[in-house]
């Protein structure tokens, strides 16, 4: 067995995260081909990489490839079974190569591996990649939208962080909600919910991989 592929799972669920390690593991090996397990910052350089994405958030992995623009990595959109529809409604990056929903039977999700991996054979995508060209970059935070998400993140009031960015609390209020809207949440709880699983679908996440 000298066939090697490297996955990657980025999902703070980690009984689902392990489960579908193991199960990609099992298939793989039986087809004669052994699997690696990356995390952290080798995490992005994973042949087979699945990213969660909360509900109303659209996926995005033009960061990955960005940073392996000539790799033929596989991207997985990883979705909570309700708010998936809702989600759906948002164009998702055009690097995706397919969706796993947490609840769906486990040899579905295989078989979209599979399916991917032959379809990649079949054919390759076209390199270079133009990030800018992805409909997923429309809703792409703006430099000082991330500024105000970091002061968020670490529970900064609105005026606490007007004045630490030397703007109006107004402009700063502003902000927040267009990043609300960018990314399809309703209630601020889903806003500080994305904040606390570290942007998930926006660069900050990079962060968890460092």
Same mark, same amino acid.
Not at 88 to 116: F, H, K, S, T, Y
Not at 172 to 201: C, T
């Given at each position: 067995m000298n066939v090697v592929t490297t996955l990657a799972v980025l999902d703070d669920n980690r009984y689902f995260a392990a489960g579908l390690q193991k199960a990609l593991t099992a298939r793989f090996y039986a087809a004669g081909v052994e699997t690696r397990v990356l995390e952290g910052p080798q995490a992005y350089l994973a042949d087979l990489l699945f990213h969660y994405f909360p509900p109303g958030s659209p996926s995005c992995f033009c960061q990955y490839a960005a940073k392996r623009p000539s790799a033929l990595s596989l991207y997985f959109a990883v979705r909570q079974p309700q708010?998936?529809?809702?989600?759906?409604?948002?164009?998702?990056?055009?690097?995706?190569?397919?969706?796993?929903?947490?609840?769906?039977?486990?040899?579905?999700?295989? =078989?979209?591996?599979?399916?991917?991996?032959?379809?990649?054979?079949?054919?390759?995508?076209?390199?270079?990649?133009?990030?800018?060209?992805?409909?997923?970059?429309?809703?792409?935070?703006?430099?000082?939208?991330?500024?105000?998400?970091l002061c968020l993140r670490q529970e900064m009031r609105i005026t606490e962080i007007a004045r630490r960015l030397a703007i109006s609390v107004k402009t700063?209020?502003?902000?927040?909600?267009?990043?609300?809207?960018?990314?399809?949440?309703? =209630?601020?709880?889903?806003?500080?919910?994305?904040?606390?699983?570290?942007?998930?679908?926006? =660069?900050?996440?990079?962060?968890?991989?460092?």
């Open positions: 708010g998936y529809g809702h989600a759906d409604v948002r164009p998702d990056c055009r690097l995706q190569a397919g969706v796993i929903v947490q609840n769906m039977p486990i040899d579905a999700a295989l =078989r979209q591996v599979e399916n991917a991996l032959l379809q990649r054979r079949i054919a390759p995508p076209v390199r270079p990649y133009v990030i800018e060209h992805c409909p997923c970059q429309r809703y792409a935070l703006t430099v000082r939208e991330r500024e105000i998400m700063a209020s502003q902000h927040k909600i267009n990043v609300m809207h960018k990314m399809g949440f309703q =209630r601020n709880a889903e806003l500080y919910d994305w904040l606390r699983q570290g942007f998930i679908g926006e =660069r900050p996440f990079d962060e968890r991989l460092s």
